[in-house]
């Protein structure tokens, strides 16, 4: 046969095996949005969460579109008094759903189209993370199950953990970029994690916390001890490149934090990290809990033939080359955070929670299930080598109950978590839209205050002095008041720090009443007033940092083959 023929047969193989993953990529894609088609069918799912989400998002795309990038107070919300809620939440989802809103110039077909890519961009994720590991085939279910994981499907469907889901989608390239970076320190990989990293953070902040804590175990696992520093500062220069990238956000949320109410006045029921651990409560008055309990059990039937990996039988009864290659180093640091998650989500580790204040601030150790949602589907996937050897064997009754059990848990997650999520139609949707604008905000994210009700019949409230109102926007109010004694107007606004009163650029004090709403003092000569929100320049210089953040991410992509600082070659 000669070279020529050879090539070309080699070509028509590489041609077959890049159609073969192409499909299996496709695949891949459209289970991760049919995961989400039930919403064109019968509607957006609803809880109350759902509203809290839209009180946020629908003044955040009217923001946007007046020409505000990254709006600073939320004026619309607590019946026009107002909350600082955009400087605390992280808004990644929110420019995402205003982008598919400008789009297709519609609420619910922004929402559908906003979860069904962040449900494939997730699988698709999975799947880049597995190839790491396996073959192309054994990737593409990584994916799979990935999309159907009980706890990954609850956040959209039950609990309505809108952001939360959106982080999920990040995550598993987090876990990819980490094990890219440990295995060859290429520029671009410490880009993606960078970049992963930073969206992460801007997206849900409780489970960049708990990803914090399981990425950090998973790269200690997978770092080659012979560079062992080296991989060390590739890795914390990525985190850094990451923080700094997402410094518009939590800058000012650090900064500001001792502002708001969060759990620190009037501590809200229900979020209390102590009421919240899974099987703490086998009753089912404890709904939260309860519910948590039974999304444990789905986990656990989906998960449970991946431990067929780490019995000291495999190797020598079934071992060989597609076995072995699961049974590394990386696959054993997979079952680590597995574990690990399941142990912080059980009051096992309550000494832990205890001592470890950030972690209370994410209320749920459930939580630690977004973890579980990653780690299980990567190593039930990379068992199916075992497990089709397996079925070759006189043991197939016991690959018949894996695949039941695993059947079950989907059939859990589409009959009981999709099925059954209240639905709200096109219409209806629309109707609580309209509704949403003026409602009263999370009380964790108004300001410390406020105190009570506060109600208003005006927007400024001067006493017996005629008050003008010229403009009444979102961070700038301007109003007119006559003469007459001096005293203060009653602005229906909460008070906070940023909010600044002048009259001809001259400041008038300003502080909160006993309610919490904002009150200027008052010259006795009439007046044009200007209240205006006006950012600290430390939210300019996070701007700034940002802004380098993003342009060291994409610096680190110019040059893709550069590695930091030569290659580390690592087993699979």
């Not at 009653?490 to 008038?508: C, D, I, M, N, Q």
């Not at 210089?541 to 953040?549: C, K, S």
Request: proline content about 5%; overall charge positive.
């Amino acid at each position: 046969m000669s070279s020529s023929s050879l090539t070309l047969l080699q070509k028509k193989r590489l041609a077959s095996e890049l159609a073969s993953e192409t499909i299996q990529v496709s695949l891949v894609a459209i289970v991760g949005f049919a995961v989400v088609a039930p919403m064109i069918l019968w509607g957006v799912p609803s809880a109350l969460d759902l509203s809290n989400h839209f009180r946020f998002a629908l003044p955040f795309y009217e923001a946007l579109r007046s020409g505000h990038i990254y709006p600073g107070w939320l004026a619309e919300s607590n019946h026009g008094f107002g909350d600082p809620s955009f400087r605390f939440y992280p808004p990644a989802l929110y420019y995402l759903l205003s982008a598919a809103r400008a789009v297709s110039g519609n609420w619910y077909v922004a929402t559908v189209a906003t979860f069904g890519t962040l449900s494939m961009i997730g699988a698709l994720g999975m799947y880049l993370w597995a190839r790491e590991f396996a073959e192309s085939a054994t990737a593409m279910w990584a994916g799979i199950f990935y999309a159907f994981a009980p706890y990954h499907v609850n956040q959209l469907y039950q609990a309505l953990l809108l952001a939360e889901f959106a982080g999920a989608a990040v995550l598993p390239f987090a876990f990819l970029f980490v094990e890219r970076v440990c295995r060859y320190r290429r520029a671009r990989d410490l880009g993606g994690l960078a970049a992963a990293y930073a969206l992460l953070v801007l997206t849900h902040l409780p489970l960049t916390v708990l990803a914090s804590i399981a990425l950090a175990f998973y790269a200690l696992l997978r770092i080659d001890r012979k560079h062992f520093w080296t991989t060390l500062g590739a890795l914390t220069s990525s985190v850094v490149i990451g923080l700094a990238a997402s410094a518009c956000y939590w800058l000012t949320m650090i900064a500001e934090m001792s502002w708001i109410r969060v759990d620190s006045v009037n501590r809200e029921l229900g979020v209390d990290y102590r009421d919240n651990f899974v099987l703490s409560s086998l009753s089912a008055d404890d709904v939260n809990v309860w519910w948590m309990n039974i999304l444990l059990l789905s986990m656990l039937a989906m998960f449970w033939p991946a431990f067929a990996l780490f019995g000291k039988t495999v190797s020598s009864r079934f071992g060989n080359a597609d076995i072995e290659r699961p049974m590394t180093s990386g696959v054993n640091a997979i079952a680590f955070i597995l574990l690990l998650s399941l142990f912080m989500a059980t009051p096992l580790s309550r000494p832990i929670w205890n001592a470890v204040h950030s972690l209370q601030q994410t209320q749920f150790p459930w939580r630690w299930f977004a973890i579980t949602s990653v780690a299980g589907p990567m190593l039930l996937a990379l068992c199916i080598p075992f497990w089709k050897r397996m079925a070759k064997t006189g043991m197939r009754s016991l690959v018949m109950i894996a695949c039941g059990t695993i059947a079950i848990s989907i059939a859990f997650s589409a009959g009981q978590i999709i099925r059954e999520a209240r639905w709200l139609t096109p219409a209806q949707f629309s109707e609580l839209l309209t509704s949403i604008p003026g409602s009263a905000s999370v009380n964790q994210w108004t300001p410390i205050w406020v105190h009570g009700k506060t109600g208003a019949t005006a927007p400024v409230d001067a006493g017996d002095r005629r008050v003008t109102v010229d403009n009444w926007s979102a961070e700038i109010r301007k109003f007119h008041v006559d003469s007459g004694n001096a005293t203060e107007a009653r602005v229906a606004t909460f008070f906070y720090p940023h909010w600044t009163a002048s009259v001809e650029g001259k400041a008038l004090a300003i502080r909160p009443d006993q309610s919490g709403a904002l009150t200027i003092s008052l010259p006795r000569e009439s007046a044009d007033v200007t209240l205006e929100f006006r950012e600290p320049a430390r939210s300019r210089y996070a701007a700034g940092l940002t802004a380098i953040g993003w342009a060291f991410v994409a610096g680190l992509f110019v040059n893709p083959r550069r590695r930091f600082p030569k290659t580390i070659h690592l087993e699979n």
